[in-house]
Every structure is written in C-alpha cells, then in structure tokens.
C-alpha cells in the first residue's frame, strides 16, 4: 500500500510539471482575439474594438481632439488612426493565418481582398514571448506588405514618388524581423486566398 502511494504521488508530481520549462510555448489558437479585434472594427467601427477587451497591443484606434461645428474643442474621441484602406467602405478584408518561420506556429495577416495580382496585407500580428498577442506592422495609404511562400514578406514604400522595397524574414525565437538580400535571385510574392471577415 505504502508503495503504490509513492507510486502515485511520483505521478502526480510528473503530470502537474509536464508543462514546466515552456513558457515561450505559443498557444494554439492565440490568433482568436487579434481577429475578433479586427472584424470588430471592419464590420462595426474602430470604436468598438476595444483593445483591453480584445488582448491586442497597439491598437488601430486612439484618442484624439476634433473640433465641432461650433468651434469647440472635443477631447476623447476615438478616431482610427490606421491606414486610409480601412476608411473606404468599398473594400473588403480577410485574414491569413501562415507560418512564417517554421516554427510549426501560424502568425497572422490581415489584407485586401481585391484583384491585384499579389495580395496586398495590411497588418501583421504576431505572438510574441514577452508580451503575448502583438501587432508588430501595419502599412497602407498605398503602401503595402506581400508574402511570398518560404515566409519572406515583402514591405514597399513610397517616398516623393520613388519605391522602396525590403525583404523581411520572421524570428519567433527573438520577437525580430531580418533585412533579407535575394542573393542575385528574385523574390516574389504570391496570391493567397484570405478568410473574409
């Protein structure tokens, strides 16, 4: 009797520490409230994507001052910060949900579902060790992120009428993205069927 309850108690020390030592585990479906916060403010208004309730860092909306009719002065008012995209009603967004470090876990993309010949994504959100559920880049007001299909994204931006264009790699292992040079190759990015929100 005495031997089968040390028996036990061995195994019950082993199951309740099987977890022990992953802290930097990423949860299954982390994703969840990052898209929540997203089709919250598609469909509802960036006013409604409360941030807390939703778990996401830097969030689409903020506080800013906007003066009435009257010439009064309103502070508080939450107004979207984010990307011209996401004012014009005539646009529709999806998300992707794509390894792109080959660490077996997916991050997220939100972008454009249109005809362009690449997709045109908007915001990448990412689970990061240290802070959980993060929004790590957005792009828009012409200006766009595409993956191509090894993970490498893609980031162009135009300044005074010239583009630029880096390539970037993910890290989950250091919450970081490297500058990537193509090595004389050519990096393209591709379609991708995106989840409507």
């Not at 040390?6 to 479906?29: F, R, Y």
């Not at 972008?111 to 957005?138: E, R, Y």
């Not at 890290?171 to 990096?187: E, P, R």
């Amino acid at each position: 009797m005495k031997k089968s309850a040390i028996v036990l108690s061995t195994l019950l020390t082993v199951a309740a520490c099987a977890g022990c030592g992953n802290q930097n585990k990423v949860p299954k479906e982390w994703y969840k409230d990052s898209i929540a916060y997203f089709e919250t403010g598609i469909k509802s208004g960036w006013d409604k994507a409360d941030p807390e309730k939703y778990n996401v860092m830097e969030p689409m909306s903020a506080s800013a001052y906007v003066t009435g009719p009257d010439g009064q002065s309103t502070s508080g008012v939450t107004v979207i910060s984010g990307p011209e995209e996401y004012r014009d009603s005539s646009n529709k967004f999806g998300y992707l949900l794509k390894d792109l470090d080959g660490d077996g876990a997916e991050e997220l993309l939100i972008g454009l579902i249109n005809d362009a010949p690449k997709t045109q994504f908007l915001d990448l959100c990412v689970w990061n060790s240290d802070f959980g559920a993060t929004h790590v880049m957005s792009c828009g007001d012409g200006d766009y992120m595409y993956l191509c299909s090894d993970g490498t994204l893609i980031k162009e931006s135009t300044f005074g009428g010239t583009t630029e264009t880096e390539a970037l790699k993910y890290s989950s292992k250091s919450n970081s993205f490297m500058t990537v040079s193509n090595s004389g190759g050519i990096i393209t990015a591709d379609k991708y069927e995106l989840t409507p929100f």
